[in-house]
Structure formats: C-alpha cells, structure tokens
C-alpha cells in the first residue's frame, strides 16, 4: 500500500504562485508513474501533469497549463513538486496527486490508470 500525502495548498493573488508537494511512502516510488490532476467544485476530476518513472525524463501537461506549471521528482525524497506560475482564477481547484505502479499503459491523463491517491490540497485563485 502506497500512502500519499499533498501539502502546498493555500490562497494566492492571480498572477502568483504556489508550490506543491507530494511525500509518497514505500519503497518503490521511483518506479512509479506520478501524476497531479484536479477537481474544482460542480466539475469532473481532469489531468494537469504528470511524470514518467525513474529518472523522470518525460513530463507531460494540460494544455492550459503549458509554460506555467512544472512537474518534477526527487526519488531520493520519494516526492514529486508541481510548481505552479501565473496562476489564475480558473486554477482554483483541489489538486490530487496520483501514483501509476503500472505496468504503464500509457494512459498518463486517465484517472482510473492510477493506482494510489492523495487527499488533496485547496489551491485558490484570487482575481
């Protein structure tokens, strides 16, 4: 059983930022696929990023947040940041982050691939 735990959240002015955290428990975190998604309220839970396992080396992002939000790992911290930039309004979410310990289908913006979820963090963008 993986253990996931978000912090980072809180209120931020349009145009600010706000860095993530996702501390994962086990001893197999670099091996997983590692995902942010988020929900805001009266709406379904979508994709915003998420990071190939291992090293790392493919990320891949929603379009509306391309350029502004970047993921990233630590494996030697088994934590996975997502660094959110410009941030506005329609970022207001919870934001979840989700662990893929495969085998990888490939289906790196689909909720049910994921295996393991945190439970969340309030990110809030004031206009």
């Known amino acids: 059983q993986v253990q996931l735990v978000e912090s980072g959240g809180g209120l931020v002015q349009a145009g600010g930022s706000l860095r993530l955290s996702c501390a994962a428990s086990?001893?197999?975190?670099?091996?997983?696929?590692m995902g942010w998604f988020r929900q805001a309220p009266g709406k379904e839970r979508e994709f915003v990023a998420a990071i190939s396992s291992w090293s790392g080396g493919n990320t891949y992002y929603k379009d509306s947040v391309k350029g502004r939000f970047t993921i990233s790992r630590d494996n030697a911290k088994n934590t996975v940041y997502l660094q959110m930039n410009s941030l506005k309004p329609e970022d207001t979410a919870v934001y979840y982050c989700?662990?893929?310990?495969?085998?990888?289908?490939?289906?790196?913006?689909?909720?049910?691939?994921?295996?393991?979820w945190g439970q969340g963090t309030q990110v809030t963008v004031s206009s």
């Open positions: 989700a662990a893929d310990s495969g085998p990888y289908s490939g289906r790196y913006s689909y909720p049910p691939a994921y295996d393991y």
């Open positions: 086990g001893r197999t975190f670099s091996s997983y696929v």
